[in-house]
């Protein structure tokens, strides 16, 4: 039986995951900073890290998952000012923004959202316990990390001091140590947010918020941190530093990261004008379109949105919900045929057995559908070829479906689920079946163009009409 695979960023190899404590997992991911709607760069490691989190919950795991908000930074306070509002509520504002665009990718909810301003106290005790310990130091109300006082320091990025300080854009600050020396604490100017602290009035450094919240709800050492890997420095490599120096112990056991996306060939920016979020995209397409297209490549692979790949993705997407649906319909509507399935039984097993070692390969999402895709084939010749079906055999090809699916989230969780506009859309299928039957065409085309035009595609069968929404 293969274990499961990561491809660990701190070691760059792949390892067999192996969990600090047996049975559970500690996940901790970077949220957005929330002063705009999210763009689908910030997209692609929300929907990955929700598939890594319902891989390991299907695995049999208790996953504690953490995702934090940024809810003060330069960027919000800017944009508040813009805005004429608060901090405060500029943060209300997105937070409940990301979580509709969320839900609406099928984004689990993590366990714990924290906001970096809900944790200041558990902020001022990390910075204390720095300063005390010599790895940071205050100057006239700010408080910097003292980068030469970690001997790991670029670990992750695999870089020396050096290379890093040559390399990085940095801000100039003649009080600094050194020219790689981070905030922990800025000391509050005129008119912004800030919190009292033991060095005066402030807030917190960006990378400060993420170390204070990871530790709090999921202790000094964690399984897994992920992030863009645009995060790797210096985001996660000052994570490392003051974690570790700060707790005296490994911070993260396995970091991983997802690789980036470009636009039509080209890095996306507000400047080239190809700047996409999450919710203008909701305007044109169904979300999970978009969650498919995320996951068809793997995440360590650059990928590259297009409205070609997004069609393609579209295309694919209701290949896999025709083939859903088909296997619901069949089980409602064919006679049973026993004994006639085992080419299918036998095929399912290998498909579950493919998909897991997909999986188990570092959350190969592409390689995981390419499996889904085989067992497409395998129940469509099945139901070509069978009048009359094998219902316990169809049943194990619908369960694989649905395990599938609690994994990628990429298939609506019933595609013709009740509502009041179901029931309206019944009654016209009802009236025009019945137009049919008395030969006024007129009325069962007039019916059918109505309801396309509502994006409601009908479909006649053998075992009778049935209609489902164009995705």
């Not at 330069?74 to 901090?87: L, P, S």
């Not at 009740?418 to 025009?432: F, G, M, P, T």
Request: proline fraction near 3%; include cysteine.
């Amino acid at each position: 039986m293969m274990a499961l695979v990561v491809y660990n960023d701190l070691t760059r190899k792949k390892e067999i995951f192996e969990p600090i404590e047996a049975g559970k997992v500690r996940f901790y991911v970077c949220g957005p900073t929330v002063y705009d709607f999210f763009h689908i760069g910030n997209a692609r490691p929300f929907v990955v890290f929700d598939v890594f989190r319902r891989y390991l919950e299907s695995c049999g795991y208790e996953v504690t998952y953490v995702q934090n908000f940024t809810d003060i930074d330069d960027k919000m306070i800017k944009r508040a000012n813009e805005m004429g509002i608060t901090v405060a509520e500029l943060a209300e504002k997105y937070i409940a923004e990301y979580y509709k665009d969320a839900d609406a990718l099928g984004i689990k909810r993590a366990t714990v959202n924290p906001r970096a301003t809900h944790e200041i106290e558990e902020i001022i005790n990390i910075v204390s316990r720095l300063i005390e310990t010599g790895h940071a130091y205050e100057v006239g109300g700010d408080v910097y990390f003292d980068v030469m006082s970690d001997g790991g320091y670029g670990k992750l990025s695999r870089q020396s001091i050096e290379e890093l300080q040559s390399g990085a854009r940095i801000d100039i600050d003649e009080r600094k140590k050194q020219p790689l020396d981070f905030a922990l604490w800025k000391s509050s100017k005129p008119g912004e947010p800030y919190w009292e602290s033991p060095w005066g009035k402030g807030r917190p450094g960006w990378h400060i918020e993420c170390s204070a919240m990871s530790t709090k709800y999921l202790g000094k050492t964690i399984d897994f941190h992920g992030g863009g890997s645009d995060l790797i420095f210096p985001h996660h490599e000052n994570e490392i530093a003051q974690s570790e120096c700060a707790n005296g112990c490994q911070f993260v056991r396995y970091w991983v990261h997802n690789a980036f996306i470009t636009i039509d060939k080209e890095k996306m920016s507000k400047s080239l004008g190809n700047f996409l979020t999450v919710h203008d995209i909701r305007e044109k397409y169904n979300p999970l379109v978009l969650r498919y297209f995320l996951l068809s490549a793997h995440y360590r692979s650059p990928i590259n949105f297009s409205q070609e790949g997004l069609t393609q993705a579209q295309a694919a997407l209701e290949r896999l919900s025709n083939c859903y649906a088909d296997i619901k319909f069949a089980l409602e509507t064919r006679s049973d045929a026993a004994n006639t399935g085992e080419e299918l039984l036998n095929a399912v097993k290998g498909h579950e057995e493919n998909f897991k070692a997909a999986m188990d390969d570092d959350f190969n999402t592409a390689g995981a559908l390419g499996v889904l895709f085989e067992a497409v084939k395998s129940v469509n010749v099945y139901l070509t070829e069978n009048e009359a079906v094998d219902k316990d055999a169809l049943a194990s090809a619908l369960k694989f479906f649905d395990s599938v699916n609690l994994v990628l989230g990429i298939l609506a969780a019933d595609e013709k689920a009740e509502s009041a506009d179901d029931a309206k859309i019944d009654a016209l299928v009802a009236e025009r079946n019945e137009a049919r039957k008395t030969k006024n065409f007129k009325r069962s085309d007039e019916i059918r163009d109505l309801l396309a035009a509502q994006g409601i595609i009908i479909e006649d069968t053998p075992q009778g009409t049935r209609w489902k929404k164009q995705l």
